[in-house]
C-alpha cells in the first residue's frame, strides 16, 4: 500500500494554539481505498488534524498534499472541490428540510429557475441506495433516527464526489445494531476506493474495521500500525497514553446496608413505566439497554427535570415529590448528563462558574465570594486532576474529557447522597476514563450511592454491584454485576429470542425501537 | 448535470449560519501570519467593551479639537444629564439582554409610570393636610410601583406563559402607550405647584465650585440629581449582575437555557426577576424625567428610547444572543450615543440628518464586534 501515491497526504504539518502546541510536525499519508483510523487521548491532535484536512483551520507550518500536489485548504468548499468531505460528530443537516433538499442544499436542481422536485429526489434515492439508506427523498430530516440522519449526510459527501471521508466519532450516538450496519457500508465505500479516515475512541471499532492505525500523542505522531491479527486493544491503549495500561476498572467496595435510594413504580409517560429498584449506600447500580430505553428519561423524571404519573421515590426512608431540579438537588440528588455539552455544562462560561454553579449559594454572604468559589474550584481541579489553563477561561477551551470531570466536580460540590451518571465515559479518552472510573469507586466507598446509566458493557461490567437492563421503558432484568456476561445485558435489552428483534431490512430498520406509552394516570 | 442556484431563503439563512460557523473557526489563512494571529488572540482577551471605549475616547479628541466648547464642565454634565434616563433603562436592558431576552415596552412604560405619578402627585397636593414631601414622595412610591408592576407582568407571560420576550414587550409597547395616552385625555400631564419635585429634575450645587458660563454669570457648578441617580442605578446593577447569584443566573440562562435548568437553577423565576428590574429601572427613569420637565407628554415621552436603549447595550459589547456582557460596556455605550448626538449639534450637522448618523454609527460598531469575534479561532 505504501509504494501508492497516497490520495491524501500531510508534511510536517504543525499547528500552535495560543498556550499549545496541538500538532507538532506530523507526516501522514493516506492510501487510497483504505480505512484509516486515527486514535487518540482527547487532546492528542485529532480534531486539529481532521479540521486542516475539513479546510476549517490552517496549518501554522507545513503542507497538505492531495495526489502528490500541495494545496491551500481555506475553507471546507475547498476541500470539498478535493474530494474530501467530512462527517461531523454533531451532523450538519438542515432538520426542517427534507432528506433530498439537504443532500442538494446550495447544489439545488432546477428547471427554468424552479427547483426541479422531481429531479432531485431521483438523484438523492440513487446515491440513498448506494449506502442503504432506506429514508424516503421526500422525509423530513427531523423525523429519522440519528443513524438514518448519518447514513443521508454520507450520501451527501458521495453525491459530491467524495475520495475522502472524515469521520470522527461516528458510532458514539449509534446502537449496536446501527453500529454493525454502519460497519458494513465502510466496507463498501472501501471496495469503491473511497479513502476513510476514521476517528474513535473504541478500540474494538477500530480494530474491527481499519487497514491501518495511526497513534497521535501531545500533537505528535507516534506510530502507523498495519491492523494484523495479533494487534490488540491493550497494544493501543498503552501507545496513547504513552505508557502501560494498569487494571482500567479498580475492586468493586462492599456496599452497605442502608437503602439510600428507593424508586417503586416511577412512570414517565411516553417513555418510562413501572420502574422500581433500590440503591444502597456504597453501591453502583448499573442501567444497560438500547438507545431509547427510557434510561436517561428515568433519570430525568428522577430529577424533576420531567413530569412524572405516578411512583414512589423515596430518600433514606423519606419520600421526594421533586417538582422540579431545585427540589431533587435539595433532597441530595444530582444528575451528571450524557449531552456534556447541550445540557452537562455551561459553554460560553468559565471554569470557575461552571463549578459552582449549582452549589453557588454556599459562597454568597450574600455577595458571591469570588475568592472562596476559585479556591473551591481549585481544589476541585486539584482532587480530579482537571488538566485547565486558568480557572476563569471558558470551559469551551478544556478537552472533552477535562470538561466531563469539571461537569463531575459540578455535581461533587453539593456533596449528593445519591449520584446518577449517564454515559459519564462517552467522548473521553482512555486516561481520563480509567479516572473516572476510580472516582466513582472511591466516591462509592464513601457511602455514595450510585446509579451508572451506561451503553457500554464493559463498563456495566466491570464498575457494576448489580446492572438493570432496560427495555422500552421497563426494567426487563436485574442482573449481578460479578457474574452477568455481555450476552445476557443484549438478551435482555433486544428482548428475548431473536423473532423480537425488528427487521433490518423493513423501511424502519433505522429507527430505535420505540418505548410503550404509560398508562395515563 | 446541471445545477441550479436558486435558494429558498430558509435554506440561505441556514447556510448562511453554518459560514459563520466555518468563519469561526477560521484563522487567518497563511502560515507566516502567526504573529497577528496572537495578536487577534490577546485582542480577544480584552473586556468586550473596549472597542466601544476606545472609539469613545477618540471622539471626545476629535469633538474637543474641532470645537473646545465641548470640554466646558457644563456641556459635559448636560451631555450626563440628557442621557441619564436612557443610562438608567439601560443597565436593566443589559440584565435583560444577557437573559437573552428583550423588552421593548420600556419607553411606554416610562410615560404611564411618569404620568400616573404626576397624577398622584396632583391628587395628594389636592389634599387637605398631606404635606409636599408626603405627596411627592407618594408619586415617587406610585411611579416605581407602575414600573416594577408591568415589569412583573411582562415577566410572567415570558416566564410562565412562554410568550416569546419580543412579542410579550411588544404588547407592552402598545397597550402602556395607550394606557398612558388615555389617562391624559390624549395630552399631557403637568404637575402643578411642586417645588419640591421641579427640584428633583434639578440638581446639588456643589459649593465652592463656581464655574463661568458662558454670558459672564456666575453659578455654582451642579450635578443634577438625574446624574447622580444614574450613577447609583449602574453601581447596584454592576454588584447584581457580578456579584449576586441572581446576576450568575441571569448569564447561565442567557448562555444556554437548558444546561441551566439541568444544573438546577430555576429559569422562569429568574426571568421573572429580571424583567421586573427592568420595569424598575424603568420607574426610576420615570421619576427623573418627569421630575426635569414637571411633566410627561402622554404620546411623545419616551417614544422610541427602547430602541435607543438596545442600541446603547449593543454597542457596549452585549451580545445580543445572551450570555455576555456588562454593565461597564452599556454606560459607555450611552455616552457614546450622547456625545456623538451632542457633537453634531456643536458642529451644526443639520438636525434631520442626525438620524442617518447615528443609525451609520451603530451598525458600525456592532459590525466592528462581529468582526473581531471572526477574526479569533
Not at chain 1, 439510600?260 to 417513555?271: A, M, Y
Request: aromatic share 4%; hydrophobic share 45%.
Amino acid at each position: 500500500m505504501s509504494d501508492v501515491t497516497p490520495v491524501i497526504a500531510v508534511e510536517q504539518l504543525t499547528r500552535r494554539f495560543p498556550a499549545v502546541r496541538a500538532l507538532d510536525d506530523v507526516s501522514l499519508g493516506f492510501a487510497p481505498g483504505e480505512v484509516h483510523a486515527l486514535i487518540g487521548e482527547n487532546g492528542a491532535g485529532k480534531s486539529t488534524l481532521m479540521n486542516i484536512l475539513a479546510g476549517l483551520l490552517a496549518p501554522s507550518a507545513g503542507r497538505v498534499l492531495v495526489r502528490g500536489k500541495p494545496v491551500q485548504l481555506h475553507s471546507a468548499s475547498d476541500a470539498q472541490r478535493h474530494g474530501i468531505a467530512m462527517i461531523h460528530q454533531e451532523l450538519n443537516l438542515v432538520d426542517e428540510l427534507s432528506v433530498a433538499e439537504n443532500i442538494y442544499l446550495g447544489r439545488e436542481w432546477t428547471r427554468a429557475g424552479l427547483l426541479d422536485r422531481k429531479r432531485t429526489h431521483a438523484a438523492a434515492r440513487e446515491h440513498l441506495d448506494a449506502v442503504g439508506c432506506l429514508a424516503k427523498p421526500g422525509a423530513k430530516v427531523g423525523s429519522l433516527s440519528i443513524a438514518a440522519q448519518q447514513m443521508v449526510e454520507i450520501a451527501k459527501a458521495l453525491s459530491q464526489n467524495a475520495k475522502v471521508l472524515i469521520m470522527d466519532e461516528p458510532t458514539a450516538v449509534l446502537t449496536r445494531r446501527e453500529v454493525a450496519l454502519l460497519m458494513g457500508l465502510i466496507r463498501r465505500l472501501r471496495e469503491r476506493g473511497v479513502t476513510v479516515i476514521y476517528i474513535s475512541h473504541v478500540l474494538p471499532e477500530v480494530l474491527a474495521i481499519s487497514d491501518r492505525i495511526t497513534v497521535l500523542r501531545d500533537g505528535r505522531h507516534v506510530t502507523t500500525l498495519t491492523n494484523e491479527p495479533g494487534l490488540t486493544e491493550h497494544r493501543l491503549a498503552s501507545l496513547m497514553v504513552g505508557r502501560s495500561m494498569g487494571q482500567q476498572f479498580p475492586e468493586r467496595g462492599e456496599p452497605g446496608d442502608e437503602v439510600v435510594l428507593k424508586v417503586r413504580g416511577l412512570c414517565v409517560p411516553g417513555h418510562v413505566k413501572d420502574v422500581s429498584f433500590e440503591v444502597r449506600a456504597g453501591e453502583i447500580v448499573g442501567f444497560g439497554g438500547l438507545i431509547g430505553a427510557g434510561r436517561t428519561e428515568m433519570a430525568e423524571g428522577l430529577m424533576g427535570l420531567r413530569r412524572t404519573s405516578g411512583g414512589e421515590v423515596a430518600l433514606s426512608g423519606k419520600p421526594l415529590k421533586a417538582r422540579s431540579p431545585g427540589d431533587a438537588v435539595r433532597a441530595g440528588l444530582a444528575y451528571l448528563s450524557e449531552d456534556r455539552r447541550g445540557r452537562g455544562l455551561v459553554m460560553g462560561m468559565p471554569v470557575v462558574q461552571n463549578t459552582t454553579l449549582v452549589s453557588l449559594k454556599r459562597y454568597c454572604r450574600p455577595l458571591i465570594r469570588r475568592r472562596a468559589e476559585t479556591a473551591a474550584t481549585q481544589a476541585h481541579v486539584d482532587r480530579l486532576g482537571i488538566k485547565a489553563g486558568r480557572l476563569h477561561d471558558l470551559i469551551d477551551t478544556l478537552s472533552g474529557g477535562n470538561q466531563q470531570k469539571v461537569a463531575l466536580a459540578k455535581w461533587l460540590e453539593i456533596e449528593p447522597r445519591v449520584l446518577i451518571v449517564d454515559e459519564p465515559t462517552r467522548g473521553v479518552d482512555v486516561g481520563a476514563k480509567a479516572e473516572i472510573y476510580a472516582l466513582i469507586h472511591e466516591l462509592a466507598a464513601q457511602g455514595l450511592a450510585c446509579v451508572f446509566i451506561s451503553s457500554e458493557m464493559n463498563e456495566l461490567l466491570g464498575m457494576c454491584h448489580r446492572i438493570a437492563v432496560m427495555r422500552a421503558g421497563r426494567v426487563a432484568a436485574m442482573l449481578d454485576g460479578a457474574t452477568a456476561t455481555e450476552e445476557q445485558i443484549m438478551q435482555h435489552a433486544a428482548g428475548v429470542g431473536a423473532a423480537r428483534e425488528p427487521s433490518t431490512s423493513g423501511r424502519r430498520g433505522w429507527r430505535s425501537e420505540k418505548p410503550n406509552d404509560c398508562a395515563s394516570p | 448535470m446541471a445545477i441550479g442556484k436558486t435558494q429558498r431563503l430558509r435554506v440561505a439563512v441556514k447556510a448562511a449560519a453554518n459560514k459563520i460557523g466555518f468563519l469561526r473557526n477560521m484563522p487567518m489563512t497563511t502560515n507566516s501570519l502567526t504573529d497577528r494571529r496572537r495578536l487577534w488572540d490577546d485582542l480577544a482577551a480584552l473586556p468586550s467593551w473596549t472597542g466601544a471605549g476606545v472609539a469613545l475616547l477618540v471622539l471626545i479628541v476629535v469633538t474637543t479639537i474641532m470645537n473646545p466648547a465641548f470640554r466646558s464642565p457644563t456641556n459635559l454634565v448636560n451631555i450626563l444629564n440628557q442621557n441619564a434616563v436612557v443610562g438608567i433603562i439601560g443597565v436593566g436592558m443589559t440584565l435583560v439582554i444577557i437573559l437573552a431576552g428583550i423588552d421593548l415596552a420600556v419607553g411606554s412604560l416610562l410615560a404611564l409610570a411618569g404620568g400616573l405619578g404626576i397624577l398622584t402627585l396632583n391628587a395628594l397636593l389636592g389634599m387637605e393636610g398631606v404635606s409636599e414631601v408626603t405627596a411627592v414622595l407618594g408619586a415617587m412610591v406610585v411611579m416605581l410601583a407602575v414600573g416594577a408592576a408591568a415589569g412583573a407582568l411582562n415577566g410572567t407571560l415570558i416566564a410562565f406563559g412562554k410568550v416569546a420576550p419580543f412579542i410579550a414587550t411588544l404588547g407592552g409597547l402598545v397597550a402602556y402607550r395607550s394606557l398612558a395616552v388615555y389617562y391624559a385625555g390624549g395630552g399631557q400631564f403637568f404637575s402643578q405647584g411642586s417645588d419640591l419635585f421641579a427640584a428633583l429634575g434639578q440638581g446639588l450645587p456643589i459649593p465652592g465650585t463656581n464655574i463661568g458660563r458662558p454670558g459672564g454669570r456666575v453659578i455654582p457648578f451642579e450635578i443634577p440629581y438625574t446624574v447622580m441617580v444614574w450613577c447609583v442605578v449602574a453601581v447596584v446593577g454592576y454588584v447584581i449582575l457580578n456579584r449576586t447569584r441572581l446576576g450568575r443566573h441571569i448569564f447561565a440562562v442567557g448562555a444556554n437555557e437548558r444546561a441551566a435548568r439541568y444544573s438546577a437553577v430555576p429559569v422562569a423565576r429568574i426571568k421573572l426577576y429580571t424583567y421586573t428590574l427592568i420595569g424598575l429601572a424603568a420607574g426610576v427613569a420615570a421619576i427623573m424625567s418627569a421630575a426635569r420637565y414637571t411633566s410627561v407628554n402622554s404620546s411623545s415621552t419616551g417614544l422610541l428610547i427602547e430602541l435607543e436603549v438596545i442600541a446603547a447595550v449593543v454597542i457596549g459589547g452585549t451580545r445580543m444572543e445572551g450570555g455576555a456582557g456588562s454593565i461597564a460596556g452599556t454606560v459607555i455605550g450611552v455616552l457614546l450615543i450622547g456625545v456623538i448626538k451632542n457633537m453634531m449639534v456643536m458642529l451644526s450637522v443639520d438636525s434631520h440628518l442626525h438620524g442617518l448618523v447615528m443609525g451609520v454609527i451603530i451598525v458600525l460598531a456592532v459590525l466592528a464586534q462581529q468582526l473581531g469575534r471572526w477574526r479569533t479561532a
